[in-house]
């Protein structure tokens, strides 16, 4: 499938960092809607890629995106109405309390910042997040990655607090028990944290999870855990990269499925279908406040064409009804994903909420040990020979993401489910 | 000219962050090589965009950036051509220590992944770099940025040099003394951070030193600040963002005018014409070493959409021959810039390079006192109302800066020279 020339020619010209997916990387040159064709003509069904939310090559994005960069692309320091349109279609879509929006080219970008004004506008240093979280690769962000760098680098300002996982975790399927254990091990955290000498400026809380799952919270956990950081004088940051934009269902963002009112929400990948547009939105008093000490100019962060992307993402959402479509396609994905793990003993649990799925692999029932990465990447593999794009999560890498453009569609779901079933045949083949 | 609505919509939607240039804010609505349209259908002559190096809507890109994003676009977890292509056409164009290619999505994003990347390589913390710098927004390049935060919040890593400004630094226009006498400067900072107990990971230099001028530097003072950080077990790392992509003349790099090699050289603005897309590139030992700890992947960075804008954006240069373009339309641009000075008191000096060029203003010459700030803001609003954007750059908000697209001609030249003819004789008017 791949040409070992693109292989070799990658590597020469941008070294060890860039790795692929997959032993026989996909080398895909076209998509479209749900479905990605790689350079020999095979066609893929598109599980995986949130990125490009309403579908690969939206006819409305691109066109937006070609007729504004036809036009004009400059930056905020001149007027232009994309930005402020942009901004005031997403306050119509934002909780409340969230009355302004900052933009950037990434979630990172927008992560760093929201934590530069949490410091700022607490006078605390530290920052609260998950085991195995990940938010970002700036310097900043880095740290508050769990998930990206050894454990003994950790500094001192950060307090991790263990994933509500309920079904691998230490606490098991008792929800509102396992919300108090849950809570009671993240307050050991930040008393620790405090202890250090250092109050917590911020939580940062990926409301789905992502590379712990995705999971589902008891809602007391939730907001709980809001509750104590703002009792220690921190802000609740919610990054909904993952989690919002229709995602998780029911909801634009996944804090309203909490019923959490965060102090600062920042969003990414979905925004733009592909283009880097990134939000920061806040309270206004927050805003000025750190305004009075503060500019920040982001060169790229809103221009013409990028504002121009981020309302053909919006507009499409809306016009096709996707928010409606993630929850009743998400609740016929999961009632098929329900029956497979009936079937085969390799699936220990399903995890997720509207278009974010995750079956927790196991090598066996009983022990849950998590199946192990090199079958994980065979089970992927076997699934992409069947057409069919799948990803990884999970702490051990153990879980299979379906993660679909919010288009997908229930015909989706059932090629997606046999491409799957065939795989998780062939992997039980492969082991007798 | 601006619609009163548009300002207070802006307000209210994107809070106090955004702040536009001018009094009078200039509400554009449309560009097309080195002109600008607003609102009101008035034209103006761009020289003070970067961003859109190879001038506003050039139709390559534009085509490039639409015909990719009808096609197809994912992220580097896949194979795909142009990300290849991009980094091969760069490393064509890099100083050929330069052997591998990182992308991202800003020039902030770059700076930052550097700095992470030379304090794992080095084992060091501390950071160099010059007063009144500006290196980007994260945490981190926001510390690097010294014009961007109270002085008492510079961390004890960082060590500030004094920028080698020959017209009104400490210094004064005798080039072999000023290198030695600014190198001598900066050893003292460097033995300072030493003595805080921190060693230098990396210098970081912008080559035109575009906050504090621009300026040109002698060569043995850029030269030996280097060997002294290498000295001490530092990388040095140009900050390209500015000085690079044929604006400084000469050569496509900063660096290679003061026959300095980097060991990390990073680039953003002006590498998509517009488009977010930003460059971090290293040796391969160095690529080799950080990538056996870390991964780095960024979303957005080097997708196929920015690749295709990206090798757009070097085919326009090459085809257009714009080096040699800075380098003529430059060389006659400053020569009528200084006859311009001869003219006018209130500037004191013509600095720069390439197709960036800074009047240094002085309210008195021989003093050399600074035009204050909002004789600055009336001498931009003049040159404004006769058709022509320029910015304003300096420690003191001192420095008219011309920095068009890089296709701007010599016609373009006399233009720009009319009208900042034309501002000044009024504002001496005023002043009469």
Redesign the interface.
């Known amino acids: 499938m791949?040409?070992p020339d693109?292989?070799t020619?990658?590597k020469a010209?941008?070294?060890?960092?860039?790795?692929?997916?997959y032993d026989q990387?996909?080398?895909?040159?076209?998509?479209e809607g749900l479905k990605?064709w790689d350079a020999d003509g095979r066609e893929y069904l598109d599980c995986y890629?949130n990125?490009?939310s309403v579908g690969?090559?939206h006819?409305h994005?691109?066109q937006a995106?070609?007729q504004q960069?036809?036009?004009?692309?400059?930056?905020?320091?001149?007027?232009?109405?994309n930005?402020?349109e942009l901004?005031?279609m997403l306050?119509e879509k934002l909780p409340d309390e969230m009355?302004?929006?900052?933009f950037?080219?990434?979630?990172?970008?927008a992560n760093?910042?929201a934590?530069?004004i949490a410091r700022h506008i607490t006078g605390q240093q530290g920052v609260v997040v998950t085991e195995a979280s990940y938010h970002g690769?700036?310097?900043?962000t880095?740290r508050l990655s769990t998930d990206?760098?050894?454990r003994q680098d950790r500094p001192d300002w950060l307090a991790v607090v263990e994933p509500p996982n309920l079904y691998r975790g230490p606490f098991a399927r008792d929800d509102a028990q396992a919300a108090q254990k849950y809570l009671e091990l993240a307050v050991v955290e930040l008393d620790a944290m405090e202890k250090r000498g250092v109050k917590p400026a911020a939580l940062m809380i990926d409301l789905v999870w992502d590379s712990n799952g995705p999971l589902i919270a008891p809602v007391e956990y939730v907001r709980g855990l809001c509750a104590e950081i703002r009792r220690r004088g921190g802000l609740v940051i919610v990054d909904e990269v993952q989690s919002g934009y229709c995602r998780s269902g029911q909801d634009w963002w996944g804090c309203n499925n909490y019923g959490v009112t965060p102090d600062i929400l920042t969003c990414?990948?979905p925004m733009?279908?592909?283009?880097?547009l990134a939000l920061m939105s806040t309270r206004?008093d927050i805003?000025?406040r750190?305004?009075k000490?503060?500019?920040?100019?982001?060169?790229?962060g809103?221009?013409p064409?990028?504002a121009a992307v981020g309302k053909a993402v919006i507009a499409v959402i809306d016009n096709e009804n996707l928010l409606q479509n993630v929850d009743s396609s998400g609740t016929y994905l999961h009632s098929k994903l329900t029956e497979l793990a009936q079937k085969h003993a390799l699936i220990g649990d399903v995890q997720g909420c509207g278009l974010f799925w995750g079956l927790d692999m196991v090598s066996d029932p009983i022990s849950k040990t998590p199946l192990s990465k090199s079958k994980m990447r065979r089970l992927g593999s076997l699934i992409v020979e069947q057409g069919v794009v799948t990803g990884t999560s999970g702490r051990y890498g153990q879980v299979l993401k379906l993660r679909p453009p919010l288009p997908f569609t229930k015909a989706n779901a059932d090629t997606a489910i046999a491409a799957i079933d065939k795989a998780l045949q062939q992997m039980q083949e492969y082991r007798a």
Chains 1, 2 share one sequence.
């Open positions: 791949p040409e693109l292989v020619r990658r010209a941008l070294g060890p960092t860039y790795q692929n997916f990387p996909l080398h895909l040159v076209r998509g990605l890629n990125v490009v690969h090559c006819p994005v691109v995106l070609s960069a036809a036009t004009l692309n400059t930056h905020t320091r001149y007027l232009h109405e930005v402020i901004g005031e306050i009355e302004v929006c900052v950037s080219c990434s979630g990172s970008e760093d910042l934590v530069q690769t700036s310097d900043l880095r990206s760098y050894p990414g990948k733009g279908g592909g283009h880097p206004r805003a000025n750190y305004a000490t503060f500019h920040y100019f982001n060169t790229f809103g221009n064409v990028s």
